[in-house]
């Protein structure tokens, strides 16, 4: 489980990133007024606060298995539905919601078809599904940075982007496999600034993520080649900067 920091920790990790992605994802997804949305994996709710500034806070769900970011969601949105469950098995009846969507979940789930299965399941006929994860070929830099900073130093090490569900040929065969109609992808491109490279290293010291889990598993002498690797690697900023990340996005239709 490395999703067990504060929300405070991953927003100042991933949140940057989320609350960007969040309203180009919410169109590709085609969420419109009227609609009702569960928000699957909501973390500290970057895609939930969108889906409630698009439809109310009435017509949105949403679940995670971490109390902690749970909390952290449930504190900036408390009239959400919010449950701690799990993609795989979804605590609402069949044909609940318009649209269920998953930001940057996928690769964590145990059971990737179960979770495509129960999404579904939770969506009327004629309602969308959709899912984005990061872009594997090296399109999110702040991992791409830090993994290849790790593999510099530790060859052996596992590095994030084999993670599953984060090419469009997994992510498409995932959604047909699970039913689903028309399936399409399409690349979402987001970015985020930081102040200097401390902003960067402290931001991913906080534990959060494979990426946090690993430096915090690092001793002192090891944690802290690790962070000059990864200053080198860009380019050792004196000033604010900004790094690109694109995610891989898949939809598809429920059918009867
Ligand atoms: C990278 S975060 C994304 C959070 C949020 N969707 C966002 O865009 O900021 C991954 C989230 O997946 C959640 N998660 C892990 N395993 C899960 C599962 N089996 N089902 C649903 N969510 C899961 C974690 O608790 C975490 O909140």
Partial sequence: MTFTASGDAYDRYMGRYS????????????????????????????????????????????ADPSPQLLAACRARLPDVDLRAATAERLPWQDATFDVALAQLVLSFVADGPAAAREMRRVVRTGGVVAACMWAADGGMEML??????VLELDPAAPDESRMPYRTVSELRALWQEAGL?????????????????????NALLGGVGPAGAYA??????????????????????????????????VRGFVAD
Avoid: I, N, Q
Wanted: charged share 25%; with cysteine; glycine share 10%.
């Fill in 144 to 149: 791409r940075v830090f993994w290849d900073a």
């Fill in 19 to 62: 609350a960007s992605l969040a309203p180009r994802f919410a169109d590709f997804a085609g969420v419109a007024g009227g609609r009702r949305a569960l928000d699957v994996g909501c973390g500290s709710g970057a895609l939930t606060g969108e889906l409630v500034r698009r439809l109310g806070a009435e017509r949105v769900a949403a």
């Fill in 181 to 201: 109609r028309e399936v399409e992808t399409a690349p979402l491109d987001v970015s985020a600034g930081y102040e200097s490279f401390d902003d960067f290293w």
């Fill in 216 to 249: 915090a598993s690092l001793d002192e002498p090891r944690r802290a080649a690790l962070g000059a690797a990864c200053r080198r690697r860009l380019g050792s900023p004196c000033a604010s900067f900004r790094l690109a990340a694109r995610a891989w996005a």
